[in-house]
């Protein structure tokens, strides 16, 4: 029986050609769009999987109670690890962790920058990060060892053992490899290529390092089975009050296995995080889905005169209405595996332009259990959903009618039509908008005065010991004159990370508390950056007593309630000479933060370069490299203009906008072939209306308008619906931005002109071929 189902269902298919091929087409692209939604989010959830001990595994989390705001974050004290190692039995192992960033390691002519991290040995106790070679936790016993990936064993020593071989740490420090890790997989939210003993960071940060006023290093802690973490959390606030001496201070464990997914707080507590996304994205690959289905639903209603005498004829043969319902079923489900594999195809061919947005190596591993599984329940999803309301429909009809050649004509049907049409471009409409108030936003942010000029403007990383020579390389470049302006800082123009709190300053109330951002930099940065002084003047040489000074941005003289004049007011002791105009950094989205800038003429961790603007710049970029490489053989040259990092800041949004226009086109195009095919169907249903029409004198337009307008409602329907829809939920999106535009009523304008032209140009083919055709031939028969 089910053989023979199917190759009824075979001969339908074939039979009806140009619906089979827009619901073939249709689904799969929709299911093209659901594969690669599901890769997406298969790879997400499957971050830090791989860790055996991972549901005992946690992150320590600080908090900080300033001006009313709970202030979250995972940089803890560096005492903090061995309190807890030696007072709470719960925790079985515990470590620091100190991300170094890009740091410099060489073997013999080899300099390379690889992705550093400062460990202690219970990391790898905790963590399931396998050895090659080696045991990690051995080697971080000892301060002169290093354990790398076999990545990185093989850019410095090929196919050697590396074991037992030298590499040299930022041009000072001999280190020993005793431990090759295999590659740390795709699927870690710890990523690294090179690990340092933490006892070699103690040594290099001995300053601060055993304060509990500075928090600036990570730590993870293993918890002992069945561990009560709420009674837990309460001795480690405790524990951080008592230490730091601080009320507004807390301190709770927070599982590793949560963070990736639910990795952001708001007032001291979890507040989502990358789930949102996941939600997101699920959503718009369930409705591009449906939309698909509704169109494989509303073509099978809509020809359902054609399988009514086949319906009455197995009825009467002894069919039961289940074996029916089943028959269209099975239909239904051999135009999803159809619609499946062209899906898969499109999949593939287009995952390496997702893989370029993502930034990932996403693949469709056929091997895993979860793959394979999603895509069953895809099919059975989209079979199910798309088949079952035509085989209930198709399977109610009455043998004794349909076989007299009497169809009734079902009001609700064409409701639901219309209702399934209405769904269709509510979500395009939505998709549409979203699509013009993203770009919108974009561009908004692009055209943002940031307050200083990036261009032309280079920024030179100091790294290791180059740090210490700022003032011979200063000299070097000075000579060069394509160079118009020379500075420095700890941190570059685009990025600032440094916060202190407990400043002091004239009329400070109880209540002002809050992080104010620091930095240190060298005469002339203000210059140099192309920043604007709105009070005061820049450090300069010319003042000797600068050393003692400070600078101000805007934000800090308006969170403090500074008044004019601002120049003399003494912050925590250190006057300010000067009242910086607010400058975007960090986010190009959000308000500038409150900063304070003051003077260090020794070493910093970048330079900057004002080139001069004209055709040389690239001859004054080889002078730079030549003076660099001088004063520092041992390192590579690097450099990055400033215009172009802080584009990099925008490269999400982007991505995301282009993903949206890709996403909203298809869905268009998904419903657009649906309303084709519903058109030419109708269409062909009432061609002898059209003609009796004509001969009685209507025109061209007049025919047009008739079999439009059916079609027009649903579309103005759903621009109704769809409106307040999105503009409650793309103005919640806003509002997590401090800068954003402010939706305008020309957005949902142009987003219901295009979902109207869509709609108009796809059902005007059929309506004006129907107005065209000669009467005489749809009135032949009568």
Known sequence: MFKNYLKIAWRSLLKNKTSSFINISGLAVGLAIGILVMTIILDMVSYNQFHTHLPQIHALIKTDKLSGEINSGTSVPGPLAAVIKNNLPEVKYVSRYAGGGQELFSNGEKALYEKTVFVEPDYFRMMTFTAKDGDPVKALEQPESVVITAAAAKKFFGQENPIGKLVTYNNQYSLQVRAVLHDIPANSSNNFDVILSFKLYEQLNASWINKWDNNSIATWVEL???????????????????????????????????????????????????????????????????????????????????????????????????????????????????????GLFLAKLALPALNYYTGKNLTLDFANWRVMATLVSLVLFTGLVAGSYPAFFLSSFKPVLVLKGIIVNRKGGSILRKGLVTFQFVISIFLILATIVIYKQLRYAEDRPIGYDPENLVEIPLRGDMGGKYSLIKNELSQIPGIASISGGTNDLVSFGGAVDGLDWPGKTADQHFFVTLTEVQYDWVKTAGLKMAEGRDFSPAFGTDTAGCLLNQAAVRKMGLKSPVVGTRI???????????????????????????????????????????????????????????????????????????????????????????????????????????????????????????????????????????????????????????????????????????????????????????????????????????????????
């Not at 793309?730 to 295009?754: E, P, R």
């Open 572 to 782: 925590s002791g250190q006057p300010v000479i000067g009242v910086v105009e607010d400058f975007v950094f960090n986010s190009p989205f959000s308000t500038p933060k409150p900063m304070i800038i003051k003077l260090n003429r020794g070493g910093m961790n970048h330079m900057f370069l004002r080139i001069r603007n004209d055709d040389h710049w690239r001859k004054t970029m080889a002078q730079v490299e030549l003076a660099v490489k001088r004063t520092n053989p041992s390192y590579p040259f690097e450099y990055h203009f400033t215009s172009e990092e802080y584009q990099k800041r925008f490269e999400g949004v982007r991505y995301t906008s282009q993903l949206t226009n890709i996403v909203g086109v298809l869905a268009i195009f998904i419903s657009c072939l649906g309303l084709f095919g519903l058109s030419a169907f109708l269409a062909e249903r009432r061609n002898k209306e059209i003609g009796v029409r004509k001969v009685l004198g209507a025109s061209v337009s007049q025919i047009w308008m008739i079999l439009s307008k059916d079609f027009l409602k649903p579309v103005l329907i759903a621009f109704i619906v769809a409106s307040p829809l999105a503009g409650w939920a793309l103005n919640k999106v806003l509002l997590n931005w401090d800068y954003h535009i402010t939706l305008s009523w020309w957005m949902f304008a142009v987003a219901g002109l295009i979902a109207f032209f869509i709609a108009i140009v796809t059902v005007s083919f059929h309506g004006i071929k129907a107005a065209l055709t000669n009467p005489a031939h749809s009135l032949r028969t009568e």
């Open 224 to 342: 002992q089975p069945n561990t009560n973490l709420t009674a837990l959390n309460g001795k480690l606030d405790k524990l951080i009050k008592e230490k730091t001496g601080s009320e507004n201070a807390g301190l709770f464990a927070y599982p590793f296995e949560r963070m990736w997914l639910y990795g952001e707080f708001k007032d001291g507590k979890p507040a989502g995080g990358r789930i949102y996304a996941i939600l997101l994205l699920g959503i718009i690959g369930i409705f591009v889905l449906l939309i698909a289905c509704i169109n494989f639903m509303n073509l099978s209603t809509a020809r359902s005169e054609r399988r009514a005498r086949e319906v009455g004829v197995r009825k009467v043969m002894g069919a039961f209405r289940k074996q029916v319902i089943f028959q269209f079923l099975c239909e239904a489900m051999l135009l999803t595996v159809i619609s499946l594999l062209l």
